[in-house]
């Protein structure tokens, strides 16, 4: 059975990352106040991202996964950069920084 993972945008700017069989009713149920706790108390969302997969095993591991990525990494799969998520991982991300010294 088809299964989704999902991003919104909560009204905070920060992101809700979750899975789903039903992505419309899901965001619905967010939108209303039904849904995670955390989406409750930064309503309006909007929905930023959707990926499809086969099963809600392969959705669920995916949402885990995208859970433990940076806002950087996750904004970047918003906006369908996917070149850059493998810069912005964690054990890759090398901020720029600026030493002054010679």
């Known amino acids: 059975m088809t299964a989704y993972m999902y991003i919104v ?3 905070d700017g920060s992101y809700y990352v979750g899975s789903t069989r039903n992505v419309d009713a899901r965001v619905h149920q ?3 106040g039904l849904g ?3 989406t409750r108390r930064r309503r309006p969302i909007e929905l930023k991202f959707v990926a499809e997969f ?3 095993a392969e959705a669920f591991s995916m949402e885990k996964r995208v859970q433990g990525w940076s806002r950087a990494k996750r904004k970047a799969s918003i906006d369908g950069a996917y070149d850059q998520l493998p810069g912005l991982s964690r054990r890759g ?3 720029s920084t ?3 010294d010679g």
Do not use: L
């Open 9 to 11: 945008q909560c009204a």
């Open 30 to 32: 967010h939108s209303v």
């Open 36 to 38: 995670a706790e955390y």
């Open 54 to 56: 086969e099963n809600v």
């Open 93 to 95: 991300f090398r901020p």
């Open 98 to 100: 600026e030493s002054g």
